[in-house]
């Protein structure tokens, strides 16, 4: 996937970058851990702006999360419950969404915009608790720009010194790639088999 991934941002520059983030805001599996340093060597190498990598990312987070916004907040618990049940979400996801929100509001936000994991299914919760929309987008803005620019600049740096430290690169990222797959599998086996004894 990653390498799919880094060959749609060499072909399509800037759109590609726009529309990758956005994908990633709606949940999909398309990490911005990869998408924004790839972007950022493509900088490096002279083939992209680095301000418009930045912009791009952020933007087309913006765009994807107000489309989850939108799924949730008009489909609600029977999106995330029906077909969310095959990748582990519960209502109990739900409910701690729920206290999540009534305790810190629109800081939920902006602040989980530059958290992994939590940053790609934020604009769920928010869409299922009708925060406003305005002040949601603007923090989601906000929120994603310095993480976008934060993993652009890694990116710029990693291909100004790719013959150095391509090699520790390539372990660390079969070690990650390993480990989060691991991850994943048990999250959605444990919510498989959450799901047939709730149904019991």
Known sequence: MSQALTN????YGLFAVLVLMAAESCGLPFPSEVIMPFSGALVAA???????AVLAGAVGNLAGSLVAYWL??????????????YVGIRRSHLELADRWFARYGLIA????????????????PAGLARVRLLPFSALTLIGALPW???????????????????RPIETAAIVIAVLVAAAV?????RGRALA?????
């Not at 599998?185 to 086996?189: C, F, K, L, R, S």
């Open 148 to 166: 976008c620019a934060m993993l652009t600049l890694v990116g710029v740096w990693l291909g100004l010194n790719y013959t150095r430290v391509s």
């Open 46 to 52: 002279g083939h992209l702006d680095l301000t418009g």
């Open 196 to 200: 047939r004894a709730q149904g019991e």
């Open 109 to 124: 936000v902006f602040l989980g915009r530059m958290l992994p994991v939590i940053r790609t299914y934020i604009s769920f």
């Open 185 to 189: 599998i048990a999250w959605i086996v």
């Open 8 to 11: 749609l941002v060499q072909h």
């Open 72 to 85: 949730a907040s008009t489909f609600g618990e029977p999106l995330l419950l029906g077909p969310g049940r």
